[in-house]
Nanobody, 116 residues
């Protein structure tokens, strides 16, 4: 079945950086847009960033603009989220998402904790 596997999360100090990866298998990766979402404790899951199938179109939540960069490598079936200048409010579980007309696919998530 379709698999999305996130990695790269961890504990980082405010102002630090992390790079998340999401490896996708058994899915026509290069034909679909991909998204990163996050969910903080007690809050709803929110869209962080999205990228079109070719990688040329991107969009970001206002809260992460100019700090996060989404990218993809269609040869590796992998989508990335480069996060810089991290803030405590970025603490959340980060999920990658693939969406077809039939359903959403999600990974298991990777924890990002920003704390001194």
């Amino acid at each position: 079945q379709v698999q999305l596997v996130e990695s790269g999360g961890g504990l980082v100090q405010p102002g630090g950086s992390l790079r998340l990866s999401c490896a996708v298998s058994r899915f026509p990766f290069s034909s679909y847009a991909m998204r990163w979402y996050r969910q903080a404790p007690g809050k709803e899951r929110e869209l962080v960033a999205g990228i079109g199938s070719a990688g040329s179109d991107t969009n970001y939540a206002d809260s992460v603009k100019d700090r996060f960069t989404i990218s993809r490598d269609n040869a590796k079936n992998t989508v990335y989220l480069q996060m810089k200048n991290l803030k405590p409010e970025d603490t959340a579980v980060y999920y990658c998402n693939a969406r077809t007309v039939l359903r959403d696919y999600w990974g298991q998530g990777t924890q990002v904790t920003v704390s001194s």
